[in-house]
């Protein structure tokens, strides 16, 4: 019983200092990306930032498409003790060469065939040179699965943040030479440095070798998929109304709605923190009453802690980003007014979400997701000609908060937990929230 005491304490300890560890990591990082945005913001002007976030949309979306969820895979399998950790690398160096070539190719069909559609007034060069953030993405991605599924989450945030400063001291450099292409150089050079970062940070874990047997990599891709459907549908969700805006208007609006989407998403800040780190404890958690207070409480602590971020920033918006970003960005502000109720509410979405992949249902997410996904494009189609960019940010927020009230559902239904009890929380929760917030020593 003593032995088992112990236990909890030292878990409680590591999650206590995992928590910390991603949520300052992240802070630190948001500070950075912060000033960096608002230099580019203000270098750019809102017509050629919209032309800069569209050309970073198509590799982002390559990326997704074509990562078949490695990182999670990678994550799930080593918290199982299914293949040793460089077994498993190996075999992760071997898709990341094969699925960085498709996804390369893919790109540029879809330039070809699509320019006229959905990238017109955009460099075409641009957007080839773009697709170089694709093979470092996927690598990179993979390399923070490997620090995360060991738990070094000190490591990784360190990484994060050393990649981010390269990126601002970059920025810096060019302050009065930047044009769009020079920034998609400054985030190729930008990323690749942070894989140097990464590679330094995982040495001893990460080797340069390959490995090609069928049987796992089957196992490896069977899980990814079905987080990996679910993480398109996510990443088509939060971006989608980028092309539809530049397809029934101009980039100078998706200048506006980008920087508004940019600043309303920093409210997922915590529940990003949170849910990396939820995803690989539970992960290594047998007890389902175990699982279910860990999630308690991190919802608890998201939920409260996002509304309270979007409150500053839909009460005080309209003060600040004329100040921080010009006069020139403030039709963005009622925009984040817009997003605040389904920033909210997919907050709550990401945690369950991790969740449950982290019990072995990641593909239940789909539905919801691909369901709310169409939704959010017909909405687009309907309201944009009549609401303008504001109609976007409607449909946005409507699909975001349906799309969470399906995912809470089947969360109840496979957790068998009562959803309102994430509201509050009972008094061994209250007991495990104190011994982590002393570290775990159990005074």
């Not at 912060?34 to 203000?42: E, H, K, N, T, V």
């Not at 089957?218 to 079905?226: F, W």
């Not at 006069?327 to 997919?346: F, H, T, V």
């Amino acid at each position: 019983m003593k032995r088992n005491g112990s236990l909890e304490k030292t878990c409680d300890r590591k999650l206590f200092f995992d928590f910390s560890y991603n949520f300052f990591g992240n802070i630190i990082v948001f500070i950075l990306s912060f000033f960096i945005s608002i230099i580019i913001a203000r270098l750019l002007g809102p017509e050629k930032k919209g032309v800069y976030s569209l050309i970073l949309f198509l590799p982002g979306l390559m990326t997704m498409i074509f990562g078949f969820g490695l990182d999670a895979s990678t994550i799930y399998h080593y918290g199982k003790k299914e293949i040793s950790l460089s077994d498993l690398i190996a075999h992760n160096n071997f898709l990341v060469i094969i699925l960085s070539f498709l996804a390369i190719l893919s790109g540029c069909i879809v330039i070809f065939l699509g320019y006229n559609t959905y990238f017109v007034n955009i460099d075409r060069g641009y957007l080839f040179l773009a697709l170089a953030l694709i093979p470092l993405g996927l690598y990179s991605s993979m390399l923070k699965a490997v620090l995360r599924a060991k738990d070094e989450f000190k490591k990784l945030n360190i990484a994060n943040f050393l990649s981010t400063l390269v990126l601002g001291l970059f920025v810096l450099l060019l302050f009065f030479r930047a044009s769009v292409g020079l920034l998609v150089l400054i985030q190729i050079g930008a990323l690749f440095a942070g894989i140097i970062v990464l590679i330094e940070m995982t040495k001893g874990s990460v080797h340069f070798s390959f490995k090609r047997e069928s049987v796992f990599i089957r196992k490896s891709l069977l899980y990814g998929v079905k987080v990996h459907f679910s993480n398109i549908i996510s990443y088509f969700h939060y971006r989608v109304d980028l092309i539809i805006i530049n397809m029934l208007m101009t980039p100078l609006f998706v200048g506006y709605y980008s920087l508004a989407v940019n600043i309303a998403e920093k409210a997922w800040m915590l529940s990003q923190s949170i849910s990396s780190v939820l995803f690989s404890r539970i992960t290594k958690e047998d007890n389902g009453d175990d699982q279910n207070s860990t999630v308690r409480i991190s919802l608890f602590i998201t939920f409260w802690g996002t509304i309270s971020l979007l409150f500053v920033l839909t009460f005080w918006g309209g003060f600040l980003i004329p100040m921080i970003y010009g006069n020139d960005y403030l039709p963005s502000y009622p925009l984040i007014k817009l997003l605040a109720p389904g920033i909210i509410m997919l907050s709550i979405s990401r945690i369950l979400s991790a969740d449950l992949a982290a019990r072995g249902y990641p593909q239940k997410t789909i539905i919801p997701k691909l369901t709310m996904l169409l939704l959010n494009i017909v909405l687009n189609l309907l309201f944009i000609p009549k609401y303008g960019i504001g109609g976007a940010a409607m449909a946005t927020s409507i699909t975001y908060t349906m799309s969470s009230v399906m995912i809470i559902v089947i969360h109840r239904k496979i957790s068998s937990s009562d959803f309102f009890r994430f509201f509050y929380l009972s008094r061994n929760d209250i007991r495990k929230l104190k011994r982590i917030l002393k570290k775990g020593d159990g005074e």
